[in-house]
T-cell receptor, first 114, second 114 residues
Framework: AQSVTQLDSQVPVFEEAPVELRCNYS??????LFWYVQYPNQGLQLLLK??????LVESINGFEAEFNKSQTSFHLRKPSVHISDTAEYFC????????????FGQGTRLTINP | EAQVTQNPRYLITVTGKKLTVTCSQN?????MSWYRQDPGLGLRQIYY???????DKGDVPEGYKVSRKEKRNFPLILESPSPNQTSLYFC?????????????FGPGTRLTVT
């Protein structure tokens, strides 16, 4: 079975500062990896995904995540955050064979202070 | 507009009173799923459906029922709600089961059972 651990439940940062949200996973088979974002009072939206190929994946709003197989990690980074990035971020994993099941981490609440 | 809708958005009920939360998608998606979100636990899958008349248990199915009589609808039924089912519930859909990593989420239903 797969599991996902998000190491920080809350991350406060100042506007325009860099941020890293940490995610580690555990699986005995190959996986797909995802970050979802939940803005206040909304459902989750897919932010970015790693399926194969380049281990560095990017979103349209400046976030990036790097798949590190040896460290079983998929940390999310942004070099300069904006107030509008305030949200809860969920890391998720799906095995390549059992693609119908997404396993989510506990979530990290990112708070941007002016 | 492509979307997943849920009703009601908010519900307060009493222990034992049967309730149904509706979920509908207008994207002709085959795969649909229900999750509950609890603080510190992330999202946990309750039930999923790979197509019409095909449903299966997720990680936390106890106390819930689902049905999939039509492709667009996937209602969640609580026959005898209990306080430990107080939670935020999300319905989600994806084009196929193999693409279930890219799920579209509804806005959520906040349920309180007293």
């Amino acid at each position: 079975a797969q599991s996902v651990t998000q190491l920080d439940s809350q991350v406060p940062v100042f506007e325009e500062a860099p941020v890293e949200l940490r995610c580690n996973y555990s699986s005995s088979v190959s996986v797909y990896l995802f970050w979802y974002v939940q803005y206040p009072n909304q459902g989750l939206q897919l932010l970015l995904k790693y399926l194969s190929g380049s281990t560095l994946v990017e979103s349209i709003n400046g976030f990036e995540a790097e798949f590190n197989k040896s460290q079983t990690s998929f940390h999310l980074r942004k070099p300069s955050v904006h107030i509008s990035d305030t949200a809860e971020y969920f890391c998720a994993v799906s095995t390549i064979q059992g693609a119908q099941k997404l396993v989510f981490g506990q979530g990290t609440r990112l708070t941007i202070n002016p | 507009e492509a979307q997943v809708t849920q009703n009601p958005r908010y519900l307060i009920t009493v222990t034992g009173k049967k309730l149904t939360v509706t979920c509908s998608q207008n994207m002709n998606h085959e795969y649909m799923s229900w999750y509950r979100q609890d603080p510190g636990l992330g999202l946990r899958q309750i039930y999923y459906s790979m197509n019409v008349e095909v449903t299966d248990k997720g990680d936390v199915p106890e106390g819930y029922k689902v049905s999939r009589k039509e492709k667009r609808n996937f209602p969640l039924i609580l026959e005898s709600p209990s306080p430990n089912q107080t939670s935020l519930y999300f319905c989600a859909s994806s084009r196929t089961a193999l693409m279930s990593y890219e799920q579209y989420f509804g806005p959520g239903t906040r349920l309180t059972v007293t």
